[in-house]
């Protein structure tokens, strides 16, 4: 595996007894690089991301991370290689604080580091220091997709998969939270991983994207050259 690749997955199936949901997919992720991948809802991407992070046994094929191969490894192994999966819903700690559901996300680090870290989230998400003593229950759709985030963001991730971030939230909310991703793109030295339905969106923060269509990779290419491309705003895009 090149030094410059994050993630390689190679003729990768999965399935849900004899139903097939993942069909012989080929991804890469370069170290430093923002992915994409967009598709219609049952297209199979949520579930690519709890192959990744090890929740859902593979069929066949094979994962690498920098140079590892992590197919066969449990979902605690590939935290500790780096690999940290934010699902989606804004799934948080329901009874704990704001802030203990992040301190929860960086139990890996020293505390000088973790402290470090959420100073860096705090500037990340202010709203989330006026908030770190509320009950993460309590919290809206919208903040406590901030913290899910943030939890995530806490172990200095080296590859960060995000699942449909902006899943239910106002317009407003949703622009916040592309806005972040889009600093954390900028500021954090680490490869992403987005799955997004809003394609339009996902499309303009991600260098590459990979279209998936019933379980196969139908498009990838260049975000730009998707965009531009008539026949994909035509079927993705609706326009």
Avoid at 50 to 55: K, N, P, V
Avoid at 93 to 111: A, V
Avoid at 136 to 146: D, F, W
Avoid at 180 to 196: A, G
Wanted: proline share 3%; aromatic share 6%; charged share 25%.
């Amino acid at each position: 595996m090149k030094e410059d690749l994050s993630l390689k997955i190679q003729d990768l199936t999965v399935g849900y007894g004899d139903v097939p949901v993942l069909m012989g997919i080929e991804i890469v992720v370069n170290q430093n690089e923002m992915v994409a991948i967009v598709g219609p809802n049952g297209a199979g991407k949520s579930t690519l991301l709890r192959c990744i992070s090890g929740l859902i046994k593979i069929n066949g094929g094979e994962i690498w991370f920098v140079g590892k191969r992590i197919s066969d490894l449990g979902y605690l192994e590939i935290v500790k290689m780096g690999i940290i999966h934010c699902q989606e819903g804004g799934k948080v700690f329901p009874e704990m604080d704001t802030e203990d559901n992040l301190l929860i996300g960086g139990y890996l680090l020293s505390r000088k580091e973790r402290a470090k870290q959420l100073d860096f989230i705090y500037n990340l998400f202010p709203r989330l220091k006026e908030r770190r003593n509320q009950t993460a229950g309590t919290l809206s759709g919208g903040e406590r997709q901030m913290v899910s985030l943030g939890i995530g963001l806490m172990s200095e991730p080296k590859l960060l998969m995000m699942d449909e971030p902006s899943l239910g939230l106002a317009p407003i909310i949703k622009k916040t939270i592309f806005g972040t991703i889009e600093t954390i793109k900028r500021e954090q030295k680490m490869s992403i991983l987005l799955v997004e339905q809003d394609a339009y969106s996902a499309l303009e923060l991600a260098e590459r994207s990979y279209v998936f269509d019933s379980g196969k990779v139908a498009m990838e290419a260049n975000s730009k050259a998707l965009l531009e491309d008539s026949g994909f705003k035509k079927i993705y895009l609706g326009v």
